[in-house]
């Protein structure tokens, strides 16, 4: 539908025409002009704190802010209709590494680039008529804003919370610079095309893992977020449990060397350790490497490939023998100690005890490099086999013993099926992977037959009373690594004195302002390039010194946002205000924020809470993680093979009767494009559908209700133009039936003991729609569901013609209700009728979401289902109470169940009250 489309619509030629343009303008400017949004802590009413993530001001609101922002809004006006003092905030994510980006392209300083978006996306934000209290605004890359995130860094820094270590980063040689990880491509540098080198350089880090136990426990509290997101953040923090156990070591001539420790979270399959694997890094592979240069060369490739744990994950399995031997702690046996790349330095210890038998890396390696694999755990019939051999060989008067020895020893004696079951066991390990569940112990000497956590037990006790090993929780969480070397960030405020070493910047001497107005290329950031900036002198010996040029991680600043808002022009961080509005009440974003900065949040939430700043354990009690917004795809195919995609709003679409679209013409020159499929909105598929557009041409509520009404939030939306333009006649009717009602005379008040059956029923059906729709709104955020039962009942009324006094009361009762239940979706249009229905007070505050009327919801009548010999025929209305005999009647007089009766015996009629009539004839 083109543009001119929607003003030539009959509607527009009627004087009592919707025009979303001049309604939308003055709702906001009476918003605006009464700073309706602005809120305050002496409110005599709950609080409720409903945030939505904060934008990236990347340039221009895309529909994923749209459908954010509007589900956030929602649940904040809908609240502020039932009585809270609701607080909902906005604010930018401002730095980042886009600004560094447009700043190559466009040769702008990122801050100006930065602070245009913002004026840009601030806007359109505005034009969306959010419920927003503009007057706690921010950008996180203004020094009022990070000052306070220096400030409490410096604090962390001297509770040793944040610290400096070495850290492998992406170096590209060529532009002597840091490279993010998403700078990287296939292995180079972005902009260079090097092969980028791992490099380590000292870089800063927050204690997230003294938390991590906390991060863990809390989320048991959280009945309010998402299963999934709590699975994945479990999953990250990797809680272990297990046991660190100390192998002593000999060298090749058997001379006793540094032992060394494992971690196990399988100490009970000890008795099936045939060597054992250490990360390259590990000191014992340094020490082997002295004397072995085919190892050290091994070692010197092994770090200087990838880090990740994917990789780890999924690279072959790779290993040196370092020629020393680890002693097993109980059989005493020797067992090679080799070198292997999926062993991590700074996980556990660094050192791992290879049971080939049951783990799968251990398998692989073991089979790739001829080491023995053992079986020492068993299923329980595995394990019954295995009792029964050993019973029968103790039965033919043998001397006690395992029944399986290596080479399986079994085959001597006529045991029957067990033998082959046990054989057939072993064989499987052998031949095909590693048995890993847990099971019983078998070939393990004295602790043969123990289940998995007997066999724990028992070690642990062993190896604590000897002093060989403990119990040990480990995580699979790291630090938090905060530093990034890029210009477009908060400084990290630290001055480097090679007398002092690290020394954070005195409080009083902050913030660490970060110039904007800078020459970037690209190469090097600028205050790494600038001498000046990094000169200072050292705040403990007075001499010359340098400034840490590297800056924070932008999740810092995303991870406090939410309590700045609280506080606007606080001196610290938050005030006592903070403590008012926090916990946030209701959080809405991304999934794909599920992770990291859902954990860095709840972290530094934590972190303020030591300092006193807030006063709960947690940062938000609710969570809704909306999906996303998807569309059609369109392209062509170049000559090279290439794809050119092309935007939905330049493709005009042919549909089948089922509304699936079977062809796509480019508008400009009318030849066919392929379709491509729904993909999420993104600029490479070129897919985004641009909301200014869609709000210029519809207005914001049509945009509003079409991204509420189109899914469930938390899955995809598929953005189609169609369902857009039946948000827009929606509205438009009801436009219409709120002014044509207003215009006919005055009617009395609904007098409930004067209404007829009809009135009645239109009532009920408002009372119904008034329940449904709170509870969607409130307690489901099932919003689609709710805007479906607003459209039958304003078909409802469309067809309720009854123009006496007290039809029009109940008319009227029902379109005031609709404009009030409505408003949280559409404000600007029910700002407008609320108006029209001749109301002086507006939407906001003083007045309420109605009220369900109980006596309303009770029926007279009921509908019953009529079968004749099972087969239902009709439906009829009957009175509540209706005795058997006159359902009967009634029943046998409806006319398309007469039909199927006539000219038949009625042999039986049964009748199950409040549900169905069933008519047996023949
Ligand atoms: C012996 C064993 C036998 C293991 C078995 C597993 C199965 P999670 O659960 O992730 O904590 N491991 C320990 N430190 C490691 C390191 N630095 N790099 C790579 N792997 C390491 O995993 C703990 C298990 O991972 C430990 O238990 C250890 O292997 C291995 F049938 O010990 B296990
Ligand atoms: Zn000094």
Redesign the pocket.
Known sequence: MSPEAVQTDSAATDPRAYDPQAVEASAQRFWNDTQAFEVTETSAKPKYYCLSMLPYPSGALHMGHVRNYTIGDVISRYKRMTGFNVLQPMGWDAFGLPAENAAIKNNTAPAKWTYANIAHMKAQLQQMGYAIDWSREFATCTPDYYVHEQRMFVRLMKQGLAYRKNSVVNWDPVDQTVLANEQVIDGRGWRTGALVEKREIPQWFLKITDYAQQLLDGLDTLPGWPDAVKTMQRNWI?R?E?LEIRFDVVDGHGNAVEPLT?????PD?LM??TFVSI?AEHPLAQHAAKSDADLAAFIAELRQGGVSEAELETQVKRGRDTGLRAIHPISGEQVPVYVAN??????????????P???E??WEFARAYQLPIRMV?VPADVRDALTEITRDVAGHNDPMRSALGEGGAIDAYDTGAAVQVVQEFEGRIAEEG?Y?ERGYLVNSGELDGLEYQQAFDALAARFEQQGRGQRRV?Y?LRDWGVSRQRYWGCPIPVILCAKCGDVPVPEEQLPVILPEDVAFTGVASPIKADPEWRKTTCPQCGGAAERETDTFDTFMESSWYYARYTSPGAAQQVDERAKYWTPVDQYIGGIEHAILHLLYFRFYHKLMRDQGLVNSDEPAINLLTQGMVIAETFYRDNADGSKDWINPADVEIEKDARGHIVGARLKADGKPVQIGGTEKMSKSKNNGVDPQLMVGKFGADTVRLFSMFAAPPEQSLEWNEAGVEGMARFLRRFWREVLTHVSQPDHPEVDAAQLNAAQKTLRRQLHETIQKVGDDYGRRHSFNTAIAALMELLNHVSKFDDMSDMGRAVRHEALQAMVLLLNPVTPHVCHALWQALGHKETLLEDVPFPAVDPAALTRDSITLAVQVNGKLRGTIDVPVNVAKEEAERLALAEPSVAQFVAGQAVKKVIVVPGKIVNIVVG
């Open positions: 990797g272990s297990g494992v971690f196990t979270t399988r399959t099936g350790v990360a999926f062993v991590l330095m700074n996980y556990g210890t660094g050192a791992v005890m290879a049971v038998g049951h783990d890396r251990d755990i590693a890993t480990n699979r």
